[in-house]
C-alpha cells in the first residue's frame, strides 16, 4: 500500500468539491467519503481523574473480594461467530451523526456490504462495512470510545 498515494488522494479531495470517492486496484479498495460540518460526530471531551488514596483494608483477611464486572459473566454468544474488526486507530461511532438512529442493533440481521459503524481518524469518518450477512450478536465497544487497529468491534453470527 502506497501510503504518500492515499495522502495525496486525501489532500486532493480536501480541496475539491468533491464528497466521496472509490477507487479499486486489485485487493486494494480505497473509499473515502467527505462529512459536512453538520453532519460531522460532535467532539466529547472525557477528564479523567487519578484515583483518591486509598486507606488499608479493614475487612479480614478471609473475607471474599468482590469481583470486578468485568469478571462477571458475559453472555456468551455460540462460537460460530464472525469478528468485525478495526481496520484502522481511530474513533468508533454507532451512529452517523448524534441524532441518528445506530447503524445496527444487537439482534439486527445484517447483510454482507451494510454499514455497522463509523470510525474517525484524522477528522476522515470511515465507513465500516460488514464482511458478512448475519445477526449482530454483540457490539463490543461503545459510542465515542477510542478504537485499535484489529480491535474486534462487532460479532457476527452468520446466517
Known amino acids: 500500500m502506497d ?14 468539491d468533491l464528497n466521496e470517492v472509490a477507487i479499486e486496484e486489485g485487493n486494494l479498495k480505497i473509499k473515502v467519503k ?12 472525557y477528564y479523567a481523574q487519578a484515583p483518591a488514596p486509598q486507606a488499608a483494608p ?19 454468544p455460540s462460537s460460530n461467530t464472525e469478528e468485525i474488526k478495526s481496520p484502522i486507530v ?3 461511532y454507532a451512529a452517523a451523526n448524534p441524532e441518528s438512529p ?3 442493533k444487537i439482534g439486527d ?11 474517525e481518524a484524522m477528522k476522515i469518518m470511515n465507513e465500516i462495512e460488514s464482511e458478512v450477512s448475519g445477526k449482530v450478536v454483540k457490539i463490543l465497544v461503545s ?17
Open 34 to 45: 467527505k462529512q459536512s460540518e453538520a453532519a460531522a460526530p460532535r467532539e466529547q471531551v
Open 58 to 76: 479493614t475487612a479480614p483477611a478471609s473475607a471474599p473480594a468482590a469481583q470486578p464486572a468485568a469478571e462477571k459473566p458475559a453472555d456468551n
Open 143 to 159: 459510542n465515542a470510545q477510542p478504537v485499535e487497529f484489529d480491535q474486534p468491534l462487532f460479532l457476527i453470527e452468520p446466517i
Open 3 to 16: 501510503l504518500k498515494l492515499i495522502k495525496n488522494l486525501l489532500d486532493m479531495i480536501s480541496e475539491s
Open 90 to 92: 481511530g474513533t468508533f
Open 102 to 104: 445506530d447503524f445496527v
Open 109 to 119: 440481521t445484517i447483510k454482507k456490504g451494510d454499514v455497522l459503524c463509523i470510525v
